[in-house]
């Protein structure tokens, strides 16, 4: 049973009080916010004129964003305590419409700073007063090549509804409009499939099951197909629209450019799993074996290799765990899980009207937060080992930096919540009480590699060869985004599985094509992440210390410089190469346990 919020101990709930104490305290941070949109509107067309106004113009927006950041946060957390309270989705709109309302009052601080001539730009980030602000002013002027006249900036930003309508019209046709057929689970129950049980039947342990739900699913995808293409090519379109209007040589390039990460990266990652397959395809081999199988089909890669390890971690055992799986990394990190564990930091269990799923989060001047759906088995304790990875980053960061410069960006996002994850499977399989715990632990470490580093790279060529296309003038029809696609899960997985023609049509129903070359991050992440927790394993210390430096780094440098200081070179196919080097060996280790 699913208890009420009030029957759950205190000690399990997080403490976002904090924050604040009440609507009086909530109210008094609006109307303080409220006067500074007023203030900072008072500089619009003065920058240009006086150093003076441009710190205050500067000075008054980071209070303000710093203000609704708090306001966001609490009431949103707030919120996803329980979802069916009126008075806290009420409040949580009405932040989000004061965080628009400062959006559009400092909307013109960019273009005003962009036009100041560079020499008297030079005098005033030399002054004492705005030197603090070099680095985000260099992060605008990065933009300036790519930033368009005032009229047509204006265009642009009126286009960007309609740059949506591919997405939404994706979403619409498919959560709202498709349908999909009945099918027989395994105990001869009729069935209807949907998008989430989907991925249960491909785990099925009958083989009859997994071809039915496959098969049913991808014959409703070719009945939408040109669709879905119509939709797809017109996202694509889109895309490189805007980087062309940007001045970018590509939309690949557009898109690395926020994070000042060159395209080798990107075709780095490619090239590296390219010259890696023979691992995925003897990993993919050892399933066929150990599943008695003549052949394996694109259905059955996601079978796991025992039934699930029926293990029960209760969350103080859990904590147990983490506290000793993260050893490595040294006792200032492990007191700040400690400070979690104790401090109000975490919203354990499931209650009625509470958000589902998992996150972490907070403001610069809060601790960390996390909400968690706690259900004492080990899927539970690799998300919160997870989401405890995400707050010590931010932990360190935002005790670290300054409010300005606290946020790291999504590039690097995943590297601290997957080290964590990593150093847990190390910690479990040294542990491993049986051969069947063993088995278990290192299927799912390598399902975990095989769809974040693999198939997400698989996804990101997928984005890179039907871009390039485009701009070459080439039309894209449903043909085309098949063939590309099939031509791409024979080339990963041919060697070692019959590559069903049906698996051609997947591209039709990944949402992540309509966020434009964001996946490859999962990738790259990933590998970051599987290089570093290496290095902190065989190093010791010194590893230790470069890892908590780039923790503390937070957003005062790009992501590819704070990695490359941390000890892994993103842009050095080599970096990948040695994540793929652990995943090679974590296969030869479950080969000698089958």
């Not at 002054?127 to 603090?132: C, P």
């Not at 939309?251 to 994070?259: I, P, V």
């Not at 998992?358 to 998300?383: C, E, K, R, V």
Request: charged share 30%; net charge negative; proline share 2%.
């Amino acid at each position: 049973m699913v208890k009420d919020r009030n029957s759950i101990e205190s000690i399990y709930k997080w403490n976002i009080d904090e924050m604040y104490s009440g609507k009086e305290a909530l109210e008094k941070d609006i109307k303080r916010v409220e006067g500074l949109i007023r203030q900072v509107k008072e500089y619009r067309g003065k920058l240009v004129t006086n150093k003076d106004y441009l710190y205050q113009a500067l000075k008054t927006s980071e209070d303000a964003s710093r203000i609704v950041q708090n306001l966001y946060v609490y009431t949103h957390m707030k919120q996803h305590e329980d979802t069916r309270i009126n008075e806290n989705q009420a409040m949580a709109t009405k932040i989000e419409m004061i965080s628009t309302e400062l959006s559009m009052a400092t909307s013109y601080m960019v273009p005003e700073i962009i036009s100041i001539d560079e020499e008297k730009l030079n005098e005033y980030l030399n002054s004492k007063e705005l030197s603090f602000y070099k680095k985000y002013i260099e992060d605008i002027l990065r933009e300036k090549p790519h930033t368009l006249s005032e009229k047509e900036e204006e265009i642009l930003a009126a286009a960007s509804d309609i740059s949506g309508v591919a997405e939404n019209v994706y979403d619409m046709l498919s959560f709202a409009d498709l349908e999909f057929p009945e099918i027989e689970d395994e105990d001869g129950n009729k069935v209807k499939l949907t998008h989430s049980n989907f991925s249960v039947f491909l785990k099925s342990k009958s083989k009859k099951v997994r071809k039915s739900a496959f098969e049913s699913l991808y014959s409703v995808y070719d009945k939408y197909k040109n669709t879905f293409a119509s939709t797809l090519y017109g996202g694509i379109k889109s895309e490189i629209f805007y980087s062309k209007m940007r001045k970018h040589k590509s939309a690949l390039e557009g898109s690395l450019f926020n994070d000042d990460v060159s395209v080798d990266v990107y075709n780095n990652l490619i090239l590296a799993i390219d010259e890696n397959l023979d691992s995925l395809n003897k990993y993919v081999e050892l399933k066929k074996k150990f599943l008695g199988l003549d052949t394996i089909h694109m259905y059955d890669l996601y079978v796991p290799l025992t039934e699930k390890f029926d293990i029960k971690i209760p969350y103080e055992k859990a904590q147990d765990i983490i506290l000793n799986a993260l050893k490595p990394l040294g006792e200032e990190y492990l007191d700040i899980i400690r400070k979690a564990f104790k401090e109000g930091w975490i919203d354990v269990y499931e209650n009625e009207g509470k958000q589902g799923g998992a996150y972490s989060w907070g403001s610069y001047d809060s601790h960390p937060y996390i909400l968690m759906n706690y259900h004492d088995d080990l899927n539970s304790l690799f998300t919160l080992i997870h989401e405890l990875g995400h707050s010590v980053h931010s932990y360190y960061s935002r005790t670290s930096q300054e409010y300005l410069y606290s946020s790291y960006k999504i590039f690097v996002a995943e590297v601290a919540s997957t080290l964590n994850e990593l150093l847990l499977i190390n910690y479990l399989l040294e542990n491993s009480q049986s051969k069947e715990e063993t088995i278990y632990l290192l299927n799912y470490y390598l399902e975990q590699f095989r769809t974040t580093v693999y198939r997400q790279t698989m996804f990101a060529e997928f984005e890179k060869l039907t871009h390039e296309r485009v701009e070459n003038k080439e039309p894209l029809t449903a043909k085309e985004f098949t063939d590309i696609y099939y031509n791409l899960n024979e080339k990963y997985y041919g060697k070692s599985c019959d590559v069903d023609k049906q698996i051609g049509l997947e591209w039709a129903r990944i949402p992540h094509f309509y966020s434009n070359f964001y996946v490859y991050k999962y990738a790259t992440g990933f590998s970051a992440a599987s290089a570093l927790s290496q290095q902190i394993l065989t190093e010791g210390e010194t590893a230790v210390q470069r890892y908590i430096e780039f923790l503390k780094s937070g957003g005062s440098d790009y992501p590819l410089n704070q990695l490359r200081a941390a000890g892994v070179d993103m842009e050095k196919k080599e970096s990948v190469d040695q994540a793929l080097s652990v995943f090679s060996g974590l296969v030869d280790k479950l080969e000698e346990e089958l």
